[in-house]
């Protein structure tokens, strides 16, 4: 029983995965297409597939051990054999994520079970994969615009570049230009070597990306290549090789890709060479793989928490939420946040819809402006850990999602995010100049979440957070809805008699924003000088009606002067 109940789930998860990568598959196709739309809808029907093959799985073995689906001894058997099953595959993790997950739904495990769970919080479960990804490399002997423009001749696509051999060029010039510094000696100027590119294509919005690495004599750099489909045809539209902007790219902001991956363990080694600095559970996440990503998130903080047994939990820095209350391990950086019991007076938001609000978060298009907040039940930590102050509010302010079992706190429900600075605090603390950086591109955030069609509901500081690389991001989401769904409206003229007008739920004065900011009288000038449209009826509504149109206003993940402008290069003999 327990060996046919092993094979079961590792079939389970064998359908999951490849319905997975045939929803990833269509990616290209939508690229060629341009059907950005139906590309969205992929991006939801695969988030989706995890939970349905679980529940398919949850069934099929309920049939086959009937009255001993609950029975411990058994699956004590069962992960014995399963572990035998799939220890010739490289991505054994995500097959024994996938056997957790079954095991946690049968028995709603509180912490771990490590006799019926796959549970090792002492290695990296990457360390053990040696495999090499597939990828092509170039060797770089002179004539790097000709390697370049084979290296785009090896990723066929349906639709031809408007101008092959002007995108080779912008590469090499780019390459050329940015890791001059490469160069050995006067004898030896070419400071590039080889490159290397993953054989699987990385597709996301409006974009496909070459992803790789450059190699010169001593260093190694990122290599990743954005490609735009245009009217005229396939154009390069920008060219990373700095860490930072990699790194963006493959954030904790951003939707997932669709990267048709045939293992996955063997990219993640990859990737990590890239960004040596991202955790682990980052690039899992951003490649799909979710539930992966919990797993490693989960793995890695505990590892870290059992070393820190004196650290307590602490309030995190900020402004105390009338919805959410936030704590933190000052060491680490991530923030749990629960669900309060009852919400103070003007919050009139009920806790389905709270998590109503991050389920749409989850599933949207987050514009590089939203936190990816992952979903945790049943986290057991020590009582122990937790201030005084905490601990109370949690148990008393908390008590739906918070209990005690013996030593230990339980909480039932919570969301984990990456943390980052409160906007509020940080123009207090930054420097003059960085702190007016950080509140113009708080102006930008909120253009780019609105181009995606989210009104953050709440614009105060407070609801915003400046990331180590200094852009600012939204992570409050009680409030958050669809700019489509809103009423914005002009404040009625004051004719001194102070008459009343009504409010309704969806009506938003966008004029009144700058008023409740706390922005000193310089960050204010800056902010008005470069986003003073977003204080205005009028922008709100103009967004709206191209929203509504179908319009999709495009969101580049990587700053602007990164980006390149191929048309306007001459052609060269012989490219």
């Not at 493959?250 to 045939?262: E, N």
Request: charged share 25%; proline share 5%.
């Amino acid at each position: 029983m327990a060996a046919a109940a092993a094979v079961d789930i590792r079939n389970g998860f064998a359908d999951y995965n490849e319905r997975f990568r045939a929803v990833t598959r269509r990616a290209r196709v939508r690229f060629e297409a341009r059907d950005f739309a139906s590309a969205q809808m992929d991006s939801i029907e695969r988030m989706d597939l995890y939970d349905i093959c679980v529940r398919a799985t949850t069934m099929r073995l309920e049939r086959l051990l009937r009255e001993r689906v609950r029975d411990r001894d058994l699956w004590v058997d069962i992960r014995r054999a399963f572990a035998d099953l799939i220890a010739p595959l490289l991505d054994q993790e995500l097959n024994k994520t996938f056997y957790n997950t079954l095991t946690r739904r049968f028995f709603v495990t509180s912490g771990v079970d490590a006799r019926i769970e796959f549970v090792a919080l002492d290695i990296e479960p990457t360390d053990r994969i040696t495999h090499p990804v597939s990828r092509h490399s170039y060797a770089v002997w002179g004539q790097l615009p000709r390697v370049c423009r084979r290296m785009l001749e090896d990723f066929a696509f349906a639709v031809p570049y408007a101008h092959m051999g002007l995108c080779a060029l912008r590469i090499a010039d780019v390459l050329a230009e940015r890791l001059a510094d490469w160069a050995a000696d006067a004898a030896n100027p070419n400071p590039i070597r080889a490159i290397e590119l993953l054989d699987t294509v990385f597709y996301r919005e409006r974009r496909a990306y070459l992803v790789g690495r450059v190699f010169g004599a001593e260093r190694i750099a990122p290599l990743v290549i954005a490609l735009v489909n245009e009217d005229a045809g396939l154009r390069v539209d920008a060219v990373l090789t700095a860490r930072a902007h990699v790194a963006q790219v493959f954030g904790y902001t951003r939707s997932y890709f669709q990267a048709d991956l045939p293992t996955v363990g063997d990219a993640v080694v990859f990737l990590r060479t890239l960004l040596p600095y991202k955790p682990i559970d980052e690039i899992y996440t951003v490649l799909g793989r979710a539930k992966q990503g919990k797993t490693e998130r989960y793995r890695h903080f505990f590892r870290h928490l059992a070393a820190r047994r004196d650290e307590q939990f602490i309030h995190a820095d900020g402004e105390r939420g009338m919805v959410m209350a936030v704590f933190t391990l000052p060491s680490y950086p991530l923030v749990f946040k629960l669900i309060r019991d009852k919400f103070a007076f003007p919050k009139e938001t009920v806790r389905a819809e709270v998590m109503q609000k991050y389920s749409l978060v989850f599933r949207h298009d987050r514009g590089g402006r939203l936190v990816d907040a992952q979903e945790f039940r049943f986290l057991r930590f020590p009582q122990g850990q937790f201030a005084p102050a905490l601990r109370d509010e949690l148990l008393t302010r908390c008590s739906e999602t918070v209990r005690i079992e013996g030593e230990d706190i339980v909480i039932a429900h919570c969301y984990v995010e990456r943390s980052i600075r409160p906007l509020n605090l940080y123009v207090r603390e930054a420097e003059p100049d960085a702190a007016i950086r950080a509140v113009i591109d708080y102006g930008q955030a909120i253009r780019d979440l609105a181009a995606s069609n989210i009104f953050p509901g709440d614009l105060l500081f407070k609801n915003f957070g400046v990331t180590r690389h200094g852009r600012a991001i939204f992570y409050d989401y009680d409030e958050l809805c669809l700019v489509t769904e809103c009423r914005f409206r002009e404040l009625p003229e004051d004719d001194g008699h102070g008459e009343s007008f009504y409010v309704g739920p969806s009506d938003v004065f966008p004029e009144q924003f700058p008023r409740f900011l706390g922005m000193d009288a310089a960050q204010r000038a800056a902010l008005l000088d470069a986003h003073g449209e977003i204080f205005t009826v009028r922008w709100w509504q103009a967004m709206q009606q191209r929203l509504l149109a179908g319009s999709v206003v495009d969101v580049p993940p990587y700053p602007q002067h990164v980006r390149v402008g191929v048309e306007s290069f001459p052609p060269k003999v012989g490219l």
